[in-house]
T-cell receptor, first 118, second 111 residues
């Protein structure tokens, strides 16, 4: 079954304790992205990757890191989490960059990871 | 700056009434526009893409470049349309390929 998976689904942690949220897709998609969803703010892009070893900042990258060593995986790393990073996080993938002119491949979203930083 | 504006946080309509969810955008160039929907306890999923000009679940959206709008419309709302709707755009701008979502509109269809 074609899907995007995220782990863990729920996480409660303390300020400053490094954590990683994994994201994996089995569709051989080139484009992968991380978003956070906050009430009243909608979804905001954190980082995206157009292919292996190619990553770029979205609108809210501060406090986050990513890596893309393999095509299928795109982990989100919080080196020193803070309470303002409490949010619902979504990973998504698309066959190719969805912004290419004339092409608009949809993004497939993971189930979300609810992170609470105390 | 790239921006997507959805002015209504909540839209309530009665079953059978027409629905229009507003979306305005700011973008220098020709973006790709999308509507995504999130039903309760489900993943975000694509509803419409402007380039395909298709109708999904009775919804349509027309890109108006003059008004920089991409409003989502349905002539007769159904209770199962109740969900969160997000307008989004993407495209190359300043050498990046960000994906920008609006803040979303919650649609409630009342019986």
């Amino acid at each position: 079954e074609a899907q995007v998976t995220q782990n863990p689904r729920y996480l409660i942690t303390v300020t400053g304790k490094k954590l990683t949220v994994t994201c994996s897709q089995n569709m051989n998609h080139e484009y992968m992205s991380w978003y956070r969803q906050d009430p009243g703010l909608g979804l905001r892009q954190i980082y995206y990757s157009m292919n292996v070893e190619v990553t770029d900042k979205g609108d809210v990258p501060e406090g986050y890191k990513v890596s893309r060593k393999e095509k299928r995986n795109f982990p989100l790393i919080l080196e020193s989490p803070s309470p303002n990073q409490t949010s619902l996080y979504f990973c998504a993938s698309s066959l190719v960059n969805p912004g290419l002119a004339g092409l608009n491949y949809e993004q497939y979203f993971g189930p979300g990871t609810r992170l609470t930083v105390t | 700056a790239q921006r997507v504006t959805q002015p209504e946080k909540l839209l309530s309509v009665f079953k059978g009434a027409p629905v229009e969810l507003k979306c305005n955008y700011s973008y220098s160039g020709s973006p790709e526009l999308f509507w995504y929907v999130q039903y309760s306890r489900q993943r975000l999923q694509l509803l419409l893409r402007h380039i395909s000009r298709e109708s999904i679940k009775g919804f349509t959206a027309d890109l108006n470049k003059g008004e920089t709008s991409f409003h989502l419309k349905k002539p007769f709302a159904q209770e199962e349309d109740s969900a969160m709707y997000y307008c989004a755009l993407s495209g190359p701008a300043s050498g990046t390929y960000k994906y920008i979502f609006g803040t979303g509109t919650r649609l409630k269809v009342l019986a």
